[in-house]
């Protein structure tokens, strides 16, 4: 096991001591190398000397700047849930919609699970993850902090992947270039304001060192008990020391039962069945990748004739409209990415299975972008909600939802959570990189 210092890229413009990072053992989430993190300043990170991946950017007045951010995306965020999203007209019938409206009729058309989505993805997740937040950053600025703000703060690392007011705007742009030529449509206050939203929202993540919060912890005493880094740091994977998947703390769990001594969360060295997860997860989108394709994601009615489409055909429709951009971005989001998603994943499986020993920092890397990428596949299901919220004149024209959509929309879930199940440090583990780790642990 190497103990050097990883690679740490200044920018001493910026830099303030006052706000110099301690020093810590870490281990790498991506390969699993454990190394001394050094302290930093505003304006450093620090990068695995392995694999090079970011195990920390200093940030300056993390917690300050953050919380105001918080604050200001929640007020937005209720101005756009009360608001209307857009209005449109035709042959003197108007219809509203706001943030409610399209999951509430796919509800009332029988596809509750779609409501269910839709909801937590652009309003459930997006106010717990900015309530939960500002909740911790408000309760460590009390001269007592509130114990349980660890917990809430581990709520908020498991939201972040499921808050999607980027990917729900996207779908309301291709919603509208479909409306454009259809329907009169006038824009509401809540569509202003979920761009705003998605402002603040990017700039809060931006400004906040996810560490700073877990260092400001242990400084105010939130976890029970002293946590010894010095002791911490004499010890290595051999007797046992293992990371957090929560706060990548490093600890050993015999002294803790189990349980980190910072966050309150079950120690593991790797994430449990993790390959088995993932395969299963995986599968279970291949299957429903065929359905999702086959079946109309939604069916254009206009006097009582009924034209259905899949999710090809709305591709071919904006290229029809001269609208290529779109097409592209629709054709890569919906049909480019789930596909490449699961190719992805499948490899990282295989060669890790196998324990292939080449190209590991690649395969990493691929790990981060299958990670990435696979929430923005949601465009196809937010703009079937826009659309059926909007198209509902009766006889004259309207839209209504297809099993293709609930299909779709599993895929996407699934290789979400196929994602996260699976651990990249496996890979190295099974290629005899990581020498403390057998081949069979996970």
Not at 283 to 304: D, M, S
Not at 360 to 383: E, P
């Amino acid at each position: 096991m190497s103990l050097a210092a990883p690679i740490v890229d200044s920018a001493p413009a910026i830099a303030r001591e006052a706000w110099r990072t301690p020093a810590r053992l870490c281990e790498c989430a991506s390969c699993g190398q454990f190394q001394k993190l050094p302290s930093l300043v505003p304006g450093e990170s620090a990068r695995c000397i392995r694999c090079d991946a970011v195990l920390r950017r200093a940030r300056v007045d993390p917690l300050g700047r953050a919380l105001a951010l918080n604050l200001a995306a929640l007020s937005i965020l209720a101005v756009a849930c009360l608001m209307s999203l857009m209005t449109v007209s035709t042959a003197g019938m108007v219809r509203e919609a706001s943030l409610f409206t399209g999951p509430i009729d796919m509800g009332r058309d029988g596809l509750w699970e779609l409501t269910i989505v839709v909801l937590f993805t652009t309003v459930v997740a997006p106010v717990a993850k900015l309530a939960a937040m500002a909740y911790v950053l408000v309760g460590l600025r009390l001269p007592r902090p509130p114990r349980h703000i660890r917990r809430v703060y581990a709520l908020v690392e498991h939201l972040r992947p499921w808050s999607m007011v980027e990917v729900f705007l996207l779908g309301v742009a291709v919603a509208y270039t479909k409306l454009v030529d259809l329907v009169h449509i006038e824009v509401g206050v809540a569509l202003y304001a979920m761009a705003l939203l998605m402002l603040a929202m990017v700039a809060a993540e931006a400004v906040l060192d996810r560490q700073a919060v877990w260092d400001e912890m242990e400084r105010r005493g939130v976890p029970r008990g002293d946590i010894d880094h010095a002791a911490t740091a004499l010890a290595t994977p051999a007797d046992g020391a293992v990371s957090c998947h929560t706060c990548g703390l490093v600890s050993l769990p015999h002294d803790h039962d189990d349980h980190c001594p910072r966050c309150g969360s079950t120690l593991h060295a790797r994430k449990p069945d993790a390959v088995r997860r993932a395969w299963a997860l995986l599968i279970a989108a291949a299957i429903l990748y065929v359905p999702a394709n086959v079946y109309p994601v939604l069916q254009f009615i206009q006097l009582g004739a009924g034209q259905p489409s899949t999710i090809l055909g709305g591709v071919v429709e904006l290229l029809d409209g001269g609208m290529w951009p779109l097409a592209l971005l629709v054709f890569f989001a919906s049909v480019a990415v789930p596909m490449l998603k699961v190719l992805g994943l499948v490899i990282l499986l295989v060669t890790c299975h196998f324990g292939w020993q080449q190209r590991l920092r690649d395969r990493t890397r691929l790990y981060v972008v299958v990670t990435a990428i696979g929430r923005w596949s949601m465009i196809d299901i937010f703009m079937v909600t826009i659309l059926v919220a909007l198209v509902r004149f009766g006889s004259v024209v309207s839209i209504e939802p297809g099993m293709g959509a609930i299909a779709f929309c599993g895929v996407v879930i699934l290789t979400m959570l196929s994602a996260e199940s699976f651990d990249p440090r496996l890979m190295w583990d099974s290629a005899g990189r990581n020498d403390h780790r057998r081949k069979g642990d996970h």
